[in-house]
């Protein structure tokens, strides 16, 4: 009896090809559609470029860098304190690529009709192949406008935090060719509230805007600790004030800053959350004394946006992976994605996915365009909506783009997991989904021309009668203040809403706003997948298809 003819059980069949090596600019139709609208056309060279890094190298330094997590150590062999946190090489690659690719400066340093955009864009491409590293790009990115709040501290720290050369080396700012910028703000006892903070700091000599001043005190919360200084809230006589306190003192000596421990997080592997301490440690107060939140404030808006585009492009990445699965897969003898059912689950996720995309990217042109007042109140209110509903929207629906590709979706082979791990943390970091909700209403009721902008920016819906009367309902609900603040979340959600519904109509795609319409602002089931009937299905699915360019 010959054994060896039963050393192979089976042929393997009916699997899916990989989808590696894929560009992510040029392979994603409604991206360039976007990012062409708003003015970032110019940057398609470059965004194919990185398109083409983000889904090649990058794809695999992110994998890499999820699988060997960074290490704490606190001491060196001899016993010496030296708080370092150690990262992969690939964390290094990834980063470097970031930062030579202008998503902490390019806004700032060239300047013109769409630069937000294309940054926005590029981040949206970077985050799909890796989130940790986009923490410290995005802080970094963040600061710049709380810095130029102190126009001598600016000068001196600005060149290098806008340098495209990345530098991970642990050494005083003025021996590095670039730098990154972290943040501290939440304390054990306070959380959200940061006035709750007990970290106090006295001035070494003068006191004020611009002065030294030495810190005592914890944060919770540090993000990314190898940074090379940070933003950071602490108490003065008179009050709350922002500082920034770098690892180094001016004589090259380590600063008086103390990693306590890495966080164990559910998600977000690849970058180094931290508890510190500050015991004696030197800083620079930015800003008015007593001001500290608005002016870090400056940082946070910005990194709220980023939050905006992270959850974006996970949503992104989730639904290319469920459209090429089921494009492959085949189940009683057909594809997948020719059957109904599945078709109506896959082209609700492409429109959940595009009408997070449109709301972002109309963020971004508010942003190129921050000296009209219009887009200026824009950008103040959208930052809290967006944050909190394309943030709260993107958990379930990557756990639904998950489920379509069954099992194969639940093993870290794919990269499905870490997308799934990875969603919550953009709803909770820079303030969760109440806190944002509470500014939609600050923002609303105390500053002067909000609403009238809100209702400007919605007009008559675009023509749309079924929009009209949802915003019609809105102008009703903002009338009524009887527990406004008890409706604060539906209030959002029908703000924002609205606001993608009114922009996936300007684009002109019927197809796509009819359907968004359909199911958004008409009785809609209470999951993916229950789009009503009568949709062009099929041809939402192969918008959001991966295209082979």
């Avoid at 083409?52 to 994998?63: E, T, V």
């Avoid at 003025?174 to 940061?194: C, F, H, N, R, Y």
């Avoid at 599945?342 to 990217?361: C, I, R, Y």
């Avoid at 709260?392 to 783009?401: D, G, H, L, Q, S």
């Amino acid at each position: 009896m010959n054994l060896h003819q039963y050393a192979e059980t089976h042929e393997v069949t009916n699997q899916v090809p990989p989808l590696d090596g894929i560009n992510l600019y040029r392979s994603d139709l409604p991206l360039r559609q976007w990012v062409h609208r708003y003015r970032g056309d110019w940057a398609d060279e470059q965004l194919s470029a990185y398109g083409q890094l983000a889904g090649g190298a990058l794809m695999r330094a992110g994998f890499l860098a999820n699988e060997n997590p960074p290490v704490f150590h606190s001491h060196d062999r001899q016993g010496h304190r030296i708080d370092l946190v150690e990262f992969h090489p690939a964390y290094h690659e990834l980063m470097s690529a970031g930062i030579a690719h202008g998503i902490t400066s390019a806004p700032w340093t060239a300047p013109r009709p769409g630069a937000h955009v294309a940054r926005a864009a590029t981040m949206y491409l970077h985050n799909q192949a890796e989130a940790g590293t986009s923490c410290p790009m995005t802080m970094t990115f963040a600061c710049i406008p709380a810095l130029r709040l102190q126009p001598d501290l600016a000068e001196h720290w600005l060149p290098k935090i806008l340098s495209r050369q990345y530098d991970p080396r642990n050494l005083p700012m003025e021996q590095k060719s670039g730098l990154t910028i972290g943040m501290a703000m939440t304390e054990k006892q306070g959380g959200t509230d940061v006035r709750a903070n007990t970290t106090r700091a006295w001035p070494i000599a003068n006191a004020g805007p611009g002065h030294a001043y030495e810190l005592l005190g914890h944060k919770w919360f540090c993000s990314a600790p190898m940074c090379d200084a940070f933003l950071t809230l602490a108490q003065t006589d008179k009050g709350l004030s922002c500082f920034l306190l770098p690892r180094h003192r001016p004589d090259g000596s380590r600063n008086q800053f103390y990693i306590q421990r890495l966080k164990d997080k559910l998600g977000n592997q690849a970058n180094a959350s931290s508890e510190v301490e500050f015991r004696g440690a030197l800083a620079w107060m930015i800003g008015e004394e007593g001001r500290g939140v608005p002016t870090i404030i400056e940082m946070v808006a910005l990194t709220r946006f980023d939050c905006m585009i992270g959850s974006s492009s996970l949503m992104r990445q989730a639904l290319a992976q469920a459209t090429h699965h089921c494009a492959h897969r085949n189940v009683g003898g057909r594809p997948l994605i020719d059957q109904p059912l599945m078709q109506n689950v896959l082209a609700d996720l492409a429109l959940e996915s595009e009408a997070a995309l449109a709301l972002t990217m109309r963020m971004a042109s508010a942003l190129d365009h921050a000296d009209d007042p219009h887009e200026a109140g824009f950008a103040r209110l959208v930052t809290a909506i967006g944050k909190y509903w394309i943030c709260k929207r993107a958990p379930a629906m990557i756990n639904e783009a998950q489920e379509c590709l069954g099992g194969a979706g639940y093993v870290e082979d794919s990269i499905l997991p870490r997308l799934y791990r990875e969603a919550p943390v953009n709803s909770i970091w820079e303030g969760s989904g109440n806190v944002q909700c509470l500014d939609v209403l600050r923002a609303l009721s105390k500053e002067p021309g909000i609403v009238e902008m809100l209702f400007a920016e919605l007009g008559d819906g675009a023509g749309d009668r079924q929009l009209q009367a949802h915003i019609n309902k809105l102008q009703q609900q903002f009338a009524d203040k009887d527990d406004i603040q008890y409706r604060a979340r539906q209030l959002t959600e029908d703000v924002a809403v609205a606001l993608q519904a009114k922009l996936l109509l300007e684009a002109g795609n019927n197809t796509v706003s009819d359907a968004f319409i359909a199911s958004r602002l008409q009785d809609h089931g209470r999951v993916y997948g229950t789009l009503p009937r009568g949709l062009d299905v099929r041809a939402l699915v192969e918008r959001a298809q991966p295209q082979a360019r």
